[in-house]
C-alpha cells in the first residue's frame, strides 16, 4: 500500500516552512544575506540543519525565495501610491518618497535588496523586480505622456532609468559605511535630503512641472 501524506503532515510542513522563511527574513533584516548561513537558520527555527534541506534545496534557493518576498512587498507598496488619484507627476512624487522612506525604516534590508552581494539565484530575483519596478513606471509614464504631464522620447527605456537612478541615490545613503556614520553622530546626508534630491532629479528628468513643490511631497 502506497504511503499517503496525510493533511495535518502537509499543514505541519507548510507551519514549518513558513516559519523558517520569517527566521531567514529576521536574519536578512538585521544582519544582509551574509548573516543568512544554513546552520544559523537552523538554529534559529528551532530544527536540524538538515531538516532545512527537505524544504530548500540549498541556500541560494532559500535567499532567492526570501528576496523575492520582501521584494514584491515594496513592489506592492509603490503600485498602490503610482496608481492612485491625482496628477502623474504628484503620484511620482509620493511614490519615490514612500520608497526612500520605507528603505529608511529598514536600512540593512533594503541595502541587501538593492547592492548587497548575493548568490546567483537572488541575482535572478534582481533582475526580475527591477523589470517589475519598470513596469509601474511604464504605465506611469505613459499617463503622464498622454495628459502632457512628462516629456519622454522611449517610456520602456526611461522607465528603466528612474529605476536605476532609484537604485543608485539610496546605496550610498543605506550602505554601512554611511549608517555607521551617521550612527557615531557624524554628518550624513539624511531622509529628507535623499527625497528632495531624487524627486527633482527624476522630475527633471521627465520634464515635468516643477512650479509647486509643496504639492510634491
Known amino acids: 500500500m502506497a504511503y499517503r501524506t496525510t493533511a495535518s503532515r502537509i499543514d505541519r510542513d507548510q507551519a514549518l516552512r513558513s516559519r523558517i522563511l520569517a527566521c531567514a527574513h529576521a536574519r536578512v533584516v538585521e544582519g544582509g544575506f551574509a ?13 536540524a540543519t538538515g531538516s532545512l534541506y527537505r524544504h530548500f534545496g540549498n541556500k541560494g534557493e532559500l535567499a532567492a525565495e526570501v528576496f523575492a518576498k520582501a521584494s514584491q512587498q515594496e513592489v506592492d507598496s509603490l503600485a498602490e501610491v503610482l ?41 535572478e ?22 495628459r502632457g504631464e512628462f516629456q519622454v522620447s522611449s517610456i520602456s527605456l526611461t522607465a528603466a532609468c528612474l529605476v536605476g537612478a532609484i537604485a543608485e ?9 554611511a549608517r555607521a556614520l551617521r550612527e557615531s553622530g557624524h554628518a550624513s546626508d539624511d531622509l529628507e535630503a535623499v527625497c528632495t534630491t531624487l524627486v ?18
Open 35 to 47: 548573516a543568512l548561513t544554513m546552520q544559523a537558520l537552523a538554529e534559529d527555527a528551532g530544527i
Open 83 to 123: 496608481r492612485g488619484e491625482g496628477p502623474a507627476a504628484e503620484r511620482l512624487a509620493r511614490g519615490l518618497r514612500q520608497f526612500a522612506a520605507r528603505a529608511w525604516h529598514s536600512q540593512r534590508l533594503a541595502f541587501a535588496l538593492i547592492a548587497e552581494p548575493v548568490d546567483p539565484e537572488v541575482d
Open 125 to 146: 530575483q534582481r533582475l526580475l523586480y527591477r523589470e517589475a519596478y519598470a513596469e509601474l513606471f511604464c504605465q506611469l509614464l505613459a499617463e503622464g505622456q498622454a
Open 169 to 177: 541615490s539610496l546605496v550610498g545613503p543605506l550602505s554601512p559605511p
Open 200 to 217: 527633482t532629479f527624476c522630475l527633471r528628468a521627465l520634464g515635468a512641472s516643477q512650479s509647486a513643490p509643496g504639492d510634491l511631497r
